[in-house]
């Protein structure tokens, strides 16, 4: 089959979307081995560096980079009071940009794979209350950052609600790391503590939510 053609069957077919976005992802991924977000905000002049690490945090929970660790840097930079803002803007414009290319990319031809009753369950869920349902996911401890970016980005849930959601879910703790890197240099103050007790709390919370799927999941087999 000729170049041309070949080309224009990929181009035609309904999983090449899907495929260029798995990739997409594999490739942010595998890049983390050669940047070091805070490093590379480091370098940056004083008034540039808040934006650069917005966008610096946004790729980074592209590349599936620890949001937390990402947090903590922030701390480390700016301190609690401007990094828990940077922070929040960095999470909820990487969740921006993964239901973009989520939706841009993949929606239309994995839609036929919600049939199961729990996805089609989720995806009307999140359709017709978007934003509860996704404020919910971002604050319950454990539920992974990216798969509600990618679940919502497969549903019929707008981008407005969505972003307002991811916002508001993710500043309890968000700003408990944050503050926590930015109060690591005084590790008994009142302000590491507080936020060293909320991060076991979250751990914990998220500990239970696990278990509590590990017995439901035998009974939803």
Same mark, same amino acid.
């Given at each position: 089959?000729?170049?041309?053609?070949?080309?224009? *069957?990929?181009? @035609? %077919?309904? &999983?090449?979307?899907?495929?260029?976005? /798995?990739?997409?992802?594999?490739? +942010?991924?595998?890049?983390?081995?050669? &940047?070091?977000?805070?490093?590379?905000?480091?370098?940056?002049?004083? $008034? &540039?560096? +808040?934006?650069?690490?917005?966008?610096?945090? +946004?790729?980074?929970?592209?590349?599936?980079?620890?949001?937390?660790?990402? =947090?903590?840097?922030?701390?480390?930079?700016?301190?609690? @009071? &401007?990094? /828990?803002? /940077? !922070?929040?803007?960095?999470?909820?414009?990487?969740?921006?940009?993964?239901?973009?290319?989520?939706?841009?990319?993949?929606?239309? +031809?994995?839609?036929?794979?919600?049939?199961?009753?729990?996805?089609?369950?989720?995806?009307?869920?999140?359709?017709?209350?978007?934003?509860? =349902?996704?404020?919910?996911?971002?604050?319950?401890?454990?539920?992974?950052?990216? !798969?509600?970016?990618?679940?919502?980005?497969?549903?019929?849930?707008?981008?407005?609600?969505?972003?307002?959601?991811?916002?508001?879910?993710?500043?309890?703790?968000?700003?408990?790391?944050? /503050?926590?890197? !930015?109060?690591?240099?005084?590790?008994?103050?009142?302000?590491?503590?507080?936020? =060293? !007790?909320? $991060?076991?709390?979250?751990?914990?919370? %998220?500990?239970?939510?696990?278990?509590?799927?590990?017995? *439901? %999941?035998?009974?939803?087999?």
């Amino acid at each position: 089959m000729p170049v041309p053609d070949l080309l224009r *069957r990929l181009a @035609r %077919s309904r &999983w090449t979307r899907p495929a260029l976005l /798995v990739l997409l992802l594999a490739a +942010a991924a595998g890049s983390v081995a050669f &940047w070091d977000p805070r490093a590379l905000a480091t370098g940056v002049p004083g $008034i &540039w560096r +808040a934006p650069v690490f917005v966008a610096l945090f +946004a790729l980074g929970t592209l590349a599936f980079l620890p949001k937390p660790a990402l =947090s903590v840097a922030a701390g480390l930079l700016f301190g609690a @009071r &401007w990094g /828990v803002p /940077v !922070a929040v803007l960095g999470t909820t414009a990487g969740a921006a940009l993964a239901f973009g290319l989520g939706r841009g990319l993949g929606r239309q +031809a994995l839609r036929p794979l919600l049939r199961g009753r729990a996805l089609t369950a989720l995806d009307r869920q999140l359709t017709e209350r978007g934003f509860r =349902s996704v404020l919910l996911m971002r604050l319950v401890p454990g539920v992974p950052f990216q !798969a509600v970016n990618l679940g919502a980005a497969l549903s019929g849930v707008r981008l407005g609600p969505y972003l307002a959601a991811t916002l508001l879910g993710v500043l309890p703790g968000t700003a408990a790391y944050v /503050v926590a890197g !930015a109060s690591a240099g005084t590790p008994g103050s009142p302000a590491f503590l507080a936020s =060293s !007790a909320v $991060i076991v709390l979250l751990g914990v919370l %998220s500990l239970a939510a696990f278990r509590r799927g590990r017995r *439901r %999941s035998p009974a939803t087999a």
